[in-house]
């Protein structure tokens, strides 16, 4: 280390060039990793030959020479002194450079062995350009950067659900997805500037999370009466946000006070409340693949040849979930017809129902395809239920279990249609209908510019009719 006195004697000598031949060159020697006398040495001998040396790093400097750095490292420093998103046209140079600058006596053309390589990872400001609108364009993963703001805004948009308000929710959903989608956590508002469906209310919540930690708005939310009981009233299985509202609005809380005070429920509300606190509990994958087992077997023994696949958040690669998807369907298109009671049936004689229900396949293409709105529920035969686990030798616990049949020919709709997430699900109908004159449903795909159905054996191919590239199960976590 030189004595604190001496650098500064040093500095001031140097401050400026005697002569300089070359004036277009401008160049700064970074000190990183070199140490401050050999880059005084440095910039003395090259202003003796006439090369212009800055002391201070500014816009104007075109050669940034570095000895021992790489060309990342550099590149680090560089943004740090311009800002991460400013685009500049300065050669980063080893000091190869500037020695063979200085044995040839004037600054040499830059050639590829004097560049340092910096590898083009797009900075946050081009990853945000690179976000696509819709989350079905997207690829998002299960585990990702930033649950300290989606948890926020997915509060809000449960919030807004409660209150009826399906754009608002909508809107704070897609925000959160967005943040989802990004390869970073958010650190600052700047890094939000590119990027779509982040509208003026997400951006105030983002920004008072960054600044102070949490949002108040959120945080009252969160521990507002309304949203409490809405919360643990909708959860019971049966019931919905209308139901709830109306019990809300009478003073009921939780699933204690329907009991107590003897609310009339229905047959599913019944089930609900008698198994609210095992529903209550995430189903894990592994009682998930138990239950996958158990269908397998009920299916095998009613129809041969069926296939089952696991759906929903299971298969986007959730290791827990609130209940269980399957999909059926028979290779034979026809063979599917009247298989869910059979199925129940077997489930029943085992012992293994705590409660069903069947509703029919109301699925008529004449009448259905084009001409409905497209967020429609599908009308597939589809049995609501809750199976009997068994978890120990002496314990068991209710799960709820979703059974849809498929006919063969839907199969690849009803597979897209039941793998999730519901928004992305919404995304690629919105995307089908703005951006492609297109219908889409669970059922089928209709384009309403040839006026045709357009049939699909896979998923794939309905990314391609839909003009999207395939996002895998796994990144349609929006
Ligand atoms: P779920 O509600 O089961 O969600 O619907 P999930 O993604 O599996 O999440 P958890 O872990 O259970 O909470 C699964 C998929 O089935 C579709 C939804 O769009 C969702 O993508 N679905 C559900 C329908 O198409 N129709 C329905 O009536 C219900
Ligand atoms: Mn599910």
Redesign the pocket.
């Known amino acids: 280390m030189i004595p604190l006195k001496r650098r500064k004697v040093s500095l001031t000598v140097s401050q400026q060039n005697d002569i300089c031949t070359f004036p277009h060159v401008s160049i700064f020697i970074l000190e990183r990793k070199m140490g401050t006398s050999r880059r005084a040495f440095l910039t003395r001998l090259g202003r003796s030959k006439g090369f212009l040396i800055k002391e201070t790093y500014s816009s104007s400097i075109t050669h940034i020479v570095s000895e021992n750095n790489s060309g990342d490292e550099v590149q680090a420093w560089l943004d740090n002194q311009t800002g991460p998103d400013t685009s500049s046209s300065v050669h980063l140079l080893d000091i190869r450079w500037f020695t063979e600058s200085m044995e040839a006596g004037h600054p040499v053309a830059v050639q590829d062995r004097h560049a340092l390589q910096v590898n083009t990872k797009p900075n946050i400001d081009q990853t945000a350009m690179l976000v696509k609108t819709y989350a079905c364009q997207r690829r998002t993963p299960l585990k990702h950067h930033n649950s300290f703001l989606t948890e926020a805004l997915e509060i809000l948009s449960q919030n807004a659900e409660y209150n009826d308000n399906e754009g608002r929710s909508v809107a704070f959903r897609r925000a959160a997805s967005v943040l989802k989608a990004l390869p970073h956590r958010v650190k600052n508002m700047e890094d939000l500037r590119s990027l779509p469906c982040l509208g003026d209310h997400s951006q105030r919540v983002i920004k008072e999370i960054l600044e102070d930690g949490s949002s108040r708005e959120v945080e009252s939310t969160r521990q507002s009466d309304q949203f409490q009981a809405m919360k643990a009233l909708t959860g019971i299985f049966g019931v919905g946000v209308r139901t709830a509202d109306r019990w809300f609005r009478e003073g009921l809380r939780s699933p204690d006070d329907l009991v107590r005070t003897g609310q009339q429920l229905n047959r599913a509300q019944q089930a609900g409340v008698q198994y609210y606190d095992d529903l209550q509990k995430?189903?894990t994958k592994a009682e998930a693949d138990v239950i996958s087992d158990i269908v397998e077997k009920a299916v095998r023994a009613v129809l041969p040849g069926a296939e089952i696949r696991l759906?929903?958040?299971?298969r986007?690669g959730?290791d827990?979930?609130?209940?269980?998807?399957f999909l059926i369907t028979h290779p034979e298109e026809g063979k599917e017809e009247g298989l869910m009671p059979k199925i129940t049936n077997w489930l029943e004689e085992q012992g293994l129902l705590l409660y069903e229900k069947t509703t029919r396949n109301s699925y008529l293409e004449k009448m259905d395809g084009p001409a409905r709105a497209p967020n429609n529920?599908?009308r597939f035969e589809?049995c609501f239920s809750i199976f009997k686990l068994q978890t120990g030798s002496e314990t068991e616990r209710a799960v709820r279990v979703?059974l849809v049949v498929s006919p063969y020919s839907q199969f690849a709709f009803a597979t897209l249609?039941?793998?999730?997430?519901?928004l992305?699900?919404?995304e690629l109908r919105r995307w089908a209908g703005q951006e492609k004159h297109m219908s889409l449903s669970?059922h089928a795909l209709y384009d309403s510019k040839q006026n045709l159905y357009l049939r699909a054996k896979t998923e794939e191919e309905i990314f391609a009719f839909l003009d999207l590239e395939f996002i895998p199960p796994s990144e349609r976590n929006a």
């Not at 249609?417 to 519901?422: A, E, I, L, Q, R």
């Open positions: 995430p189903v759906m929903g958040g299971f986007r959730k827990v979930g609130h209940d269980v998807d529920m599908d589809r979703d249609g039941w793998t999730g997430s519901k992305f699900e919404r669970s």
